[in-house]
């Protein structure tokens, strides 16, 4: 079904130009400049940053589903998806709740919220609401039910990842349990799941247009600006995230056998898209791709990505306390030690019950604030204009962090091609998985496997 070229096929190097990574940079650039210069055309092209997300959202179900099943149905051990079910979600907690106390101790360290002396009476509680009444309707059990789906078909209408998740993982067992009687079947889904990457190698043609678009509305909108009188937040959070990605996550390389710097490097062209959207979703499928080429099982990509999707959110995390400790500082309120405690503990908890909820970083931020009296939810008001800055370094520090854990969980699993892994991080030419038919001409080749 795969066919490989020879070793002796040529490697063709494509121009500089010709590369997603230089167009989206290219792109970001010009829609700064837009934003900048002519603020209101600037904000007049959010339609195009939109639009591409939603072509991106459009192939994410059917990604997800054909990875997973496709996957699943392989295994000759099935106990393995719970086994790796079980070691991605200790990977989630432990490494999402250090995201928060690194936050919590930055935060204490530098007090960004220091001399800005806000009067809690001046605060505008109506521009937070809708984040608030989120964050007091959102459960556990709710979220619990909303994992399943009304129908079978539903969750990939609705778009929600956690349902396209469940329903995959179902699907696979019982295409496993089946046998080889299902074996027509997981073929079919194999041929399929070509035709869906060719698919998203389309819609990726478009990452440019896209993030020119959102870059130009970011800043045609909200402007250079308006960041100034908030700056020491953003840059302690930018720099936090960096410490963060570098420190704690170059240190899980380490120890795993991989450069942290050199999977950035790898990961360049969807770090970018991120950079320009805003939202770690518009790379998802790229991810994935990325991921298997990089010698990780299928399987185990295509449980821990989505999962980490919702619930290993490391850049969310440590804005969380970070911003519930500036808000504080701002409003001079004084949290003892046993407050801010209180605070880390509630926001371990409401980071899990709001995962895969729209606007999940504001609503767990309100969820956290809620229990200590003393900081008012209106607080959030004070943040709210850089919010769109600061959720470009979040998306970022996600989309790393879930990077890192699929290639931790694949090698403890013992799921992991170490000589793909270093292939793939040395940027050396990998193998190129064609279309099954091998009369196929060489630009049927899948795009998002080429280097």
Known sequence: MISVPSEAAPVVRRPFY?????????????????????????????????????LVKMVIAPVIFLTIVTGIAGMRDLGSVGR??????????????LALIVGLIIANIVRPGD???????TLNAG????????????????????????????????????????????????????????????????????????LVAIVMKAA????????????????????????????????????????????????????ILKLIRYLKEEL?????????????????SKMERAGAAKSVVGLVVPTGYSFNLDGTNIYMTMAALFIAQALNIDLTIWQQITLLLVAMLSSKGAAGITGA??????????????VPVAGMALILGIDRFMSECRALTNFIGNAVATIVVARWEGELDRDALKAALDGQPLPVVALP???????????????
């Open 84 to 97: 790796v079910a079980a070691k991605a979600f200790a990977y989630f907690l432990v490494f999402s709740t």
């Open 115 to 121: 001399g800005l002396n806000i009067d809690p009476a």
């Open 208 to 259: 440019p247009i896209g993030a020119f678009g959102a870059f130009a509305f970011t800043i045609g909108a909200y402007g250079i600006a308006s960041i100034a009188n908030l700056a020491a937040l953003i840059v302690t959070f930018y720099v936090t995230a960096i410490i963060f990605v570098v420190g704690v996550l170059g240190l899980v390389g380490i120890a795993n056998g991989f450069n």
């Open 272 to 288: 970018l898209l991120v950079l320009g959207t805003s939202s770690s979703e518009a790379a998802l499928p790229s991810l994935i």
């Open 437 to 451: 038919d091998p009369a196929a001409g060489p630009g049927d080749d899948l795009i998002l496997a080429k280097d």
């Open 18 to 54: 010709r590369h997603l990574y230089f167009q989206v940079l290219i792109a970001i650039a010009l829609g700064a400049l837009i934003g900048h210069f002519w603020p209101d055309f600037g904000e007049s092209l959010k339609p195009l940053g939109d639009g591409f997300i939603k």
């Open 127 to 198: 521009a937070v609401e809708q984040y608030a009444t989120a964050a007091h309707e959102s459960t556990i059990v709710g979220f619990l039910m909303g994992v399943i789906p009304d129908t079978l078909v539903s969750a990939f209408s609705t778009g929600n990842i956690l349902q396209v998740l469940f329903v995959s993982i179902l699907f696979g067992l019982a295409l496993a349990l089946v046998g080889e009687r299902a074996q027509p079947v997981v073929d079919l889904f194999e041929t399929l799941s070509l035709a869906v990457f060719k």
């Open 361 to 374: 970083g504001f609503i767990t931020l309100a969820a956290t604030l809620s229990v200590v009296p003393d």
